[in-house]
């Protein structure tokens, strides 16, 4: 099986954040003057604003900034030689290149994975948010809880290899 690299890790999320991009220029236009600002528990809209560059290229910034963020840390852990020093775990120092490396491959494959998760749940909430505007769709649904499981269980899963790792 092929090794993912940076590029590929990079790849999908970095086109979900220019298809969230397109969606907004897109659809600003002709969107009415009332959109959902906000969704309850079940993914239902309770609130609606006025529509502004603001409240319809917030999500598409928030994206790019986590986006950037996250491929920065991506690309950080992945070139850099030695890690140690950006890592905050008790007798860093003490650690053998074995346990670097395995720490480097769990940080890398968690953030991989936060950023495509992330730019996806953003996504959705925009497509979503048009789709309401429409009329196609009632509300984003209780889909949006998976998101929030899907994060949650990354963040997990990295610090407990982290706590595996550093014994």
């Not at 236009?29 to 502004?52: C, M, R, V, Y």
């Not at 030695?82 to 494959?109: C, F, H, S, W, Y």
């Not at 959705?124 to 196609?136: A, D, E, L, P, S």
């Not at 269980?153 to 595996?164: D, K, R, V």
Request: net charge positive; proline share 5%.
């Amino acid at each position: 099986m092929p090794k993912l690299t940076i590029r590929h890790r990079l790849a999908v999320p970095g086109i979900l954040v220019l298809i969230t991009l397109y969606l907004a220029i897109h659809h600003y236009p002709t969107l009415p003057e009332q959109i959902p600002t906000h969704f309850n528990a079940s993914g239902a809209p309770d609130s609606w604003g006025k529509t502004s560059f603001s409240s319809i290229f917030s999500l598409p910034l928030l994206q790019i900034a986590l986006y950037a963020l996250l491929s920065g840390l991506i690309y950080l852990f992945t070139t850099r030689r030695d890690i140690r020093p950006m890592i905050n775990l008790p007798n860093r120092d003490k650690l053998t290149d074995e346990q670097v490396e395995g720490i480097r491959i769990a940080i890398v494959n968690g953030m991989s994975w936060l950023n495509l998760v992330t730019c996806t749940m953003l996504f959705y909430i925009q497509f979503g948010t048009f789709q309401i505007v429409k009329g196609v769709w009632s509300g984003l649904g209780s889909f949006v809880w998976l998101f929030t499981i899907l994060i949650v269980g990354i963040a997990g899963w990295m610090l407990y290899q982290l706590f595996i790792l550093r014994k």
